[in-house]
Every structure is written in structure tokens, then in C-alpha cells.
């Protein structure tokens, strides 16, 4: 059965860090471009990162450059996200995706989503 699973959410301070993880079992999560996606209450589903299935090319958003990294380890059938510097503004259900093509910032392009994990920043 094909899944991803993501991890590592939870509560911190503005200033800190979290690295969140997407687990895949079930197919080998290699040969897909990896998306990580965030909503906050009352906003739009926004694309923040992904990394290609081919060269590793590394793609981020502008709300998040310089502070979010995106990697893998093809070992562990896992993508990482490492969050750092948080701001309130990061507050969010955030969820990783696969696609069998490319990149892409549209959620409509990606073939198999996990449930999420929340992040909360807050003093």
C-alpha cells in the first residue's frame, strides 16, 4: 500500500527549529519530486518547497528562503525538512507530496499526499 507518513511537528518558541520527516513505504520515493505544502487557518494551501526526481534540483518560496532546507536520504526512503529561525507566521498543518513528473508549486500535480503534522510557533 503506498503511504507517506509525516513527522516531527509540535510547539516552539519563535527562534527555534524543527525538522519535519516524510516517510514513504510502499514504493520508493526516489523516482518522485518531493513537495512540502503548509496551511494556516483561514489561508491558501501554499507550496514552500520541493526537490526534483532527477538531478535534485532545490526550490523554495520566498516566505521561507534562507531559513527552510530541503534534503534526502534515499537510505531511508525519507525527505526532511529542517525549519529554522520560525516566526508565528510559520503556524501551520504542513504536509508532504509525491510526484511522478516534477516540481511544481500546484498541489494538483502531485499523486500521493500525506495526512500532515501540525507546527505551532508561539511565545
Known amino acids: 500500500q503506498v503511504q507517506l507518513v509525516e513527522s516531527g511537528g509540535g510547539l516552539v518558541q519563535p527562534g527555534g527549529s524543527l525538522r519535519l520527516s516524510c516517510a514513504a513505504s510502499?514504493?520508493?520515493?526516489?523516482?518522485?519530486?518531493v513537495g512540502w505544502f503548509r496551511q494556516a487557518p483561514g489561508k491558501e494551501r501554499e507550496g514552500i518547497s520541493c526537490i526534483s526526481n532527477t538531478y535534485g534540483t532545490i526550490y523554495y518560496a520566498d516566505s521561507v528562503k534562507g531559513r527552510f532546507t530541503i534534503s534526502r536520504d534515499n537510505a531511508k526512503n525519507t525527505v526532511y525538512l529542517q525549519m529554522n529561525s520560525l516566526k508565528p507566521e510559520d503556524t501551520a498543518v504542513y504536509y508532504c507530496?509525491?510526484?511522478?513528473?516534477?516540481?511544481?508549486?500546484?498541489?494538483?500535480?502531485?499523486?500521493?499526499w500525506g495526512q500532515g503534522t501540525q507546527v505551532t510557533v508561539s511565545s
Open positions: 507530496a509525491g510526484s511522478r513528473i516534477w516540481c511544481s508549486p500546484r498541489s494538483t500535480e502531485y499523486d500521493h
Open positions: 510502499g514504493f520508493s520515493l526516489d523516482v518522485y519530486a
